[in-house]
């Protein structure tokens, strides 16, 4: 099986979003998390964590990066059609408008 990284995009953080919510909010908005983790199975690899404060490394230092990337998954699959699948009806895309997804395949590193 091939692994594949998951980048979740939204043009609001997951701390601005959820800084007003509740614990009860916060629980009932991962629930469409946890019923897709479900419906992946033995796809996921690694559910991820939501992500924020991101910075920009450069060799002059690092700066505030100014990404939109708010989260990312690890999942494993045969193919990029068979990741894509799973992601398919992704709750993220239903969670603010402008959310994109982005799937990566992971790479063997050459010589390892």
């Not at 701390?15 to 919510?21: C, E, G, I, L, V």
């Amino acid at each position: 099986m091939k692994k594949f990284v998951v980048m979740y995009y939204a043009p609001v953080s997951a701390q601005d979003q959820m800084k007003n919510a509740t614990p009860e909010q916060a629980a009932e908005g991962m629930k469409p998390w946890m019923d897709w983790k479900e419906k992946v199975g033995d796809g996921m690899v690694d559910m991820g964590t939501p992500l924020g404060n991101s910075r920009k490394v450069t060799k002059d230092g690092a700066s505030p990066s100014g990404s939109n990337i708010v989260g990312y998954s690890v999942l494993q699959a045969n193919s990029m059609d068979d990741a894509l699948e799973m992601v398919k009806e992704h709750p993220h895309l239903q969670w603010t408008n402008g959310c994109e997804i982005e799937v990566h395949e992971s790479l063997p590193l050459p010589g390892m």
